[in-house]
Each structure stands twice: as C-alpha cells, then as structure tokens.
C-alpha cells in the first residue's frame, strides 16, 4: 500500500483527499503558495512544503517545484485533485519517470481523452454519438468566424484544455464568435497555459449529465450511476444532483455501457467522468472525458456508498476492485450546492475578502434520516483570494428521495452563516425553492431563462412578511425587555415595554400587538391571522430557529443599531419595529437618494485592469467594448450602456482596482 501522498492541489479537493488519506492510515504532504501559507489543507497536512509566489502559474501548475516538493518529502505517491496539474500529460510522465505513484488514469488515457479534440475524435471512431462540430485547431478569430457559420448558429467555442467553465462562449452570431474566440483564448492561456480552441454547434434546450466511471489495472471498468448538472451559469456548474430526475433506467444503462466501452478503448483506469449533453427526447450526445475526480463527485459518494478517493488509491496501488456491475446500486437522492464567493446582486461578480463568520450547518445524520455533508477549504478568519477559483465549500444532502434532499439542502442553507464577503447562498436557496427546479424539468438554460435580468434577492409574498414581521417584533421586544432589566435605575422611572407595534419592511408597514403565551408569543396582526412564535433566540445570536405558525424557519440575524436584518430561504429584508407614534413619525422623514454614478464606469468587482480601450475625448457608442478585468481566471468584458464622450480616464492596464472603483468618466 501507498505509505505517504502529496497533494498536488489546494483548498477543497485537498482537503477532501487528505481526509480519505488519513482514513486509511497514509501520511500527507500539503503544497502551498505564498497566498495559501495559513490555508486549511495545509493545516490539516502532516506535513507541507512552500512552492512559490501566488499565481497558480508560478507555484501549483509548475511540475518541477512539485517534483521537488516530493523529493524534499519522500512521498511515493500523488494525488493531483482536479484541475491545475490533474489532466497534464506531462506531469503523469514526469512522475512516473521519478518512479513515483499517479493517483489517476495511466498517461495515454490522459492524453487521448484529457484533450477535448482528441477525445472527440476517437469517440467519433468509437461509434460513439457526438455534437456536431470543428475538432481541428482553429488559427485566428477570422477562421472561427467561418467556421461558426459553416456550423450553423449557435455554436460553443470551447478550450481544448479546458474545464469548470473556463474559456468557452457561446456565440450566436459572427460578431459574438469573433469575440468569443479570443476571450476564450485568452482564459484558456491564463488558467491552463494552453490556449488551443474548438468550436462544436450548441444543442438547445440541453441538460449536461454525466456518468461516474471507475476502473481497476486488470482490466475492470464500471459505471456508477449517472449526475445531473444541468443547472449552470456561465457554463459553470452550480447545483448537482445523482440520480438525474430525467433518465429512465434505459436511458442510464446505455449512457453507462457507452461510458464504459469508451473507457475501455482507451485502456482507463482510476477514476473519470464521461460527460454527455441529453436533448428532450433523451437522445445523448458524447460531451468529452474528464480524466480526473470531479467536483461534484460527493453526490455519486452519497447515493452509491462509494468513497471514490479511497478507490483512486487502491486502483493506484494495484488492486482490484472489490465490487462488480451488478453491486451498485442508487439508493436515495443527493444534492450538491456550491457555495461561491461572488455577490449574486452584482452579477455573481467574484467577491475576494476575509471571511469574518464562517459556520456551515454541522455534519451527519439529521432526526428525519437526512444527511448534511460540507466538503471544504476554508476556515472563519481565512481569506478569499484573487487568485483562485471562488468557490468557498460543497454543501451537499441526502434524503430518501428527491424532495427530502431538496428540503434538507433548503434547511442546510438557512443554517450556513457565511460574512465579510459576498456569496451565493441565497441564490442558492432561491433555486431550491423554485417551483422548476423542483419539478425536474430543468436544462443548461434554467438560471438564465428564470433569472434573466440577473438575481435580485427573493421578494417575500404576503405569508411570508407577515411571518418575518412577527419575527421582528418578538426580537424587538426580547430586545426592549433586556435593556428594562438594566440593574441600578430608578424605580419609578423603570421603562414599560409595550405590546403594540409597527414593523416596515421591503416597502409594507404591517401593524400588530404581542401577546404572551405558554409556549411563547402570539403576535395579533392588522391583517390576517394571529400567528404563534416559538423560539430559543437570545439577544447576541445571529443563527435562530423559529417556529411561526407551526412551521419552522431557520434565520439569520443581524442587528445595526435599530435595524433588524432577517435572511431565510433567499430572502433578505431589513426590518424596522417602532412604537406606533415613532412609526408616524417615521413616515414624515425625507428619504435620503443615493449618490448619481450614472456618468462614471466603476469596476464592478476586485481584479486587475487587463485593457483599457479607449482615450479620453473619444465618443463611444452603444454596446462598444470600453475595458476588460480579470479576477479569479475569469475575463469580464465592460461595455458602454449609451453613447457618450469619454472626459476622463482614471485606470490603467496592469492596475488593481477594488469594486466601484472609478476607471473612466463621461460628460
């Protein structure tokens, strides 16, 4: 058996991988760059070694200071996680010259699959359905153009390299293939140091689902069930699911037997997942190989029982499997939410900080036989850098069918207190809740078809404020009966607490009085019925369960001087509670307007100024591409809203910028 595994990645897959290593009695070796000096996985380690300066293309991507960390340590196996070195054929090689152990496939199936071209081009031989497409190299923007067109619109213009949504684009037009191709060039140059790019037509109404394959080095290959990862924005995964609510058992047995002769054909073990791109009428469609553990392999752990890590090591120690076929089964239902560092009110811009309260929902078996699983990187007091992919966690459930992991993950998301950045948590919640999505009736276009002018939050309908608005007024008055309790005052001077209250919140004023109960409070309101309210919330708490009107809420708590910030299920209102004369008052206030940045291009998230394209004194036009940020490997392109005359240039290529910082003006 292996006896020590260096970890050639960082943050959440090697945490994860480090986790199955101890299990199983191996030693660990953590690397880490100058930004991950303080990270999880290096904590977690048994030992770890320092690699170079934070760019990935300094540290984690460059083979030799791997090679060496390995030497310094004298670990005789690596696990390379997922992307960065994970499918480089080179980095296989290197190591296997070393005599060391790769914990994944053998360099050849790297090589012929882990090459999207390439990969297409054996399927095609294999007999394997495919996308219709380009798989030879592309030269310049103009080819592409030709290309496209020769396709037929739409089309996706996709990095050879690539993967987790970096360098592809739709296109829909020459224009859009034009710009496409080299932004995708572009992304594909500086996360994968291989700019190379295809282009294939684009399937409308399409769902992206995926076979789990793992095989052994005597000649074993399996498929584990099927997941579903439909529900994308930017062609980046967001919420995973196994099983697909979409396959039939036909359906999943050919997609499964398909996965696998692919596998066989080109000698895989360890391991991979086949990706497939699924139309209405549940004809598949051959996607590419990902030669590596996926992202989203914790719902295909939850649903078969299978730790597929630990599997990677045995298959890489030389062992065979010790299942068949025909003993795995799909049992339940699992859920994947990944939780992202981006402000999903700015566009789901990344978002770079300190994470000043990290608390995700605790681990295990719930009452109801649920299951919360967190697969993590990060810790309350660790930072989000610029320099790697957002994402903060995996937050995955189980239940026993679909809806049972969808309540579960909605519970789970409602108990995961996440501060000092931004994040995407009620977006999260808001798919959970979405009477699509739980219909099942989902495709690669869900987010952008039900969220087409971007996520502004969830707006509470009636029901909902007025659970929120007894909410408010029972933390009010728990509030208001601290501060009377005050020792040392004047006894006849002693604040009476009142019952009666008026709480403003998203734009309503709901009026209501508190009445105390055995179990609690009911709060009479103006309208509706009376609505009891159970909790254990104490003045301090920023988590609480409340039982309000007989159903339980899980709900974040914020308090700003008289203001009382309350999120649950995506929703986030901020509410007010005064006494009836001070809400009179109130209402007599002049609103203060915010400032006019109407004339002004802010930098709509932190990151670097990769082009500025025009001067001061040009006129611009509608649409005209004005600048270009890059944060996290992902290239935003800034473009002008409405014509106008360029008066002042305040950023420059090359410099950093925080978000809503100025970079041009307009007269």
């Known amino acids: 058996m292996i006896r020590k595994i260096l970890i050639a990645n960082r943050g959440e897959i090697a945490c994860r991988v480090i986790k199955t290593a101890k299990a199983m009695g191996i030693a660990t070796v953590a690397v880490y760059s100058d930004a991950d000096a303080n990270a999880l996985h290096v904590r977690m380690a048994d030992e770890s070694v320092h690699i170079g300066p934070a760019p990935s293309s300094q540290s984690y991507i460059v083979i030799e200071k791997i090679l060496d960390a390995i030497r310094k340590t004298g670990a005789d196996a690596v696990h390379p996680g997922y992307g960065f070195l994970s499918e480089n054929p080179l980095f296989a090689e290197a190591l296997e010259k070393e005599g060391i152990i790769f ?91 291989d700019d190379r790019i295809f282009i294939e037509k684009f ?58 002769a692919l596998a066989k054909a080109v000698g895989y073990h360890s391991a991979g997942t086949v990706e497939f791109i699924v139309d209405g009428a549940r004809n598949f469609y051959f996607l590419e190989m990902n030669t590596r553990l996926q992202v989203e392999h914790p719902v ?75 697969d993590t990187g990060v810790f309350e007091g660790g930072e989000i850098s610029m320099y790697y992919d957002p994402m903060i966690a995996k937050l995955c459930t189980w239940g026993k069918d679909r809806d049972a992991a969808i309540e579960a993950m909605g519970d789970a998301l409602d108990g995961f207190e996440v501060e000092g950045i931004g994040h995407n948590l009620p977006f999260l919640s808001a798919v959970m809740a979405h009477p699509r999505f739980r219909s099942g009736k989902i495709t690669t276009a869900f987010i952008a078809e039900e ?86 919330w104490l003045p301090g708490q920023t988590l609480a369960h409340f039982h309000v009107g007989g159903s339980p809420m899980g709900v974040k708590v914020e308090l700003s001087g008289t203001a009382i910030r309350l999120r649950s299920r995506g929703m986030d209102v901020t509410a007010r509670v005064r006494s009836p004369r001070v809400a009179a008052l109130a209402r007599l206030m002049p609103v203060k307007l915010p400032p006019d940045t109407s004339r002004m291009l802010l930098c709509p998230m932190p990151g670097v100024i990769t082009s500025v394209l025009v001067r001061q004194g040009d006129v611009v036009e509608a649409g005209q591409t004005l600048a270009s940020v890059e944060a996290m490997k992902m290239e935003n392109v800034l473009k002008a809203e409405r014509k106008g005359v360029v008066k002042r240039v305040a950023a420059t290529a090359g410099q950093s910028l925080a978000v809503d910082e100025l970079i041009m003006e307009f007269e």
């Not at 997941?227 to 062609?235: A, D, L, P």
């Open 103 to 193: 914990i994944g496939p053998p360099v050849n199936a790297i090589q012929a699959m882990g090459d999207k071209i390439t990969s297409k081009k054996l399927a095609a031989e294999a007999g394997v359905s495919t996308v219709p497409g380009h798989m030879g190299l592309i030269a310049d923007a103009d080819e592409a153009v030709r290309i496209s067109s020769q396709i037929g619109y739409p089309v996706m213009i996709k990095a050879s390299a690539g993967g987790g949504g970096k360098g592809m684009r739709i296109a829909w037009n020459d224009a859009e293939a034009r710009e496409g191709f080299q932004s995708s060039k572009n992304e594909a140059k500086s996360s994968f140091g």
């Open 203 to 260: 399937v409308t109404d399409p769902r992206h689902i995926e076979i789990q394959v793992l095989g052994d080095t005597h000649g074993t290959v399996l498929y584990l069930g099927e997941r579903e990862c439909s529900i994308q924005r930017r062609n980046q995964k967001v919420i995973e699911e196994a099983p697909s609510p979409f396959l039939d058992e036909a359906t999943r047995r050919a997609m499964g037997e398909q996965a696998v």
């Open 300 to 374: 295909t752990e939850l649903v078969t029982g299978i730790d597929l890590v630990e599997q990677m090591i045995r298959v890489a120690a030389g062992e065979r499997l010790s299942f068949g076929q025909e003993d795995v089964r799909l049992n339940g239902w699992a859920i994947e939410s990944r939780l992202y560092a981006e402000d999903p009110y700015r566009n789901f811009l990344p978002s770079i900080g300190r994470l000043s309260r990290y608390r995700p929902p605790v681990e295990g078996e719930r009452g109801n036989g649920t299951i919360v699983r967190n």
């Open 451 to 536: 969220f087409p002018e971007g996520f502004s939050g969830v707006a509470p309908d009636a029901a909902a404020l007025h659970r929120l608005a007894a909410i408010a007024m029972v933390i009010h008055q728990r509030l208001q009966q601290r501060a009377a309790q005050i020792s040392g005052t004047i006894g006849n001077h002693r604040r009476v607490v009142g019952k009666d209250w008026v709480v403003t919140l998203s734009g309503a004023e709901i009026a209501g009085r508190i009445e105390t109960v055995a179990e609690g409070a009911r709060v009479r309101l103006a309208e509706g019925e009376p609505l009891s309210v159970e909790t254990d």
